[in-house]
Nanobody
């Protein structure tokens, strides 16, 4: 089992920034066998992919609407991922979930289903 704990959510005005963090603990995998990322779910909507990063090599995938505004990074030694969110919009309001993909396939992580999930952290962007 892998446990994921998010932090960094909160209330911000439109145009502002937030940085989300997620730490993984428990059964952690070797660098070549892990990817982590973020999803979000707004009220009344389905959960959607935000971004993900591979532990080995650090290649990333982003949802189109987040490209250029959100930046994902990792710290392998600490088993942490960070989501820097800039130029936030009211439509970015959602619960943001950290996710882990053990043994991810090659290709776009956005099309793969994570195995582990965090509890989520609320991000609210006011207009």
């Amino acid at each position: 089992q892998v446990q994921l704990v998010e932090s960094g959510g909160g209330l911000v005005q439109a145009g502002g920034s937030l940085r989300l963090s997620c730490v993984a603990s428990g059964r952690t995998f070797s660098n070549y066998a892990m990817a982590m990322g973020w999803f979000r779910q707004a009220p009344g909507k389905e959960r959607e992919f935000v971004a993900a990063i591979r532990w080995s090599g650090g290649s990333t995938n982003y949802a189109d609407s987040m490209k250029g505004r959100f930046t994902l990074s990792r710290d392998n030694a600490k088993n942490m991922v960070y989501l820097q969110m800039d130029s936030l919009r009211p439509e970015d309001t959602a619960v943001y979930y950290c996710a882990a993909y053990p043994f991810p396939r090659t290709g776009d992580l956005g099309s793969q289903k994570p195995t582990y999930w965090g509890q989520g952290t609320q991000v609210t962007v006011s207009s």
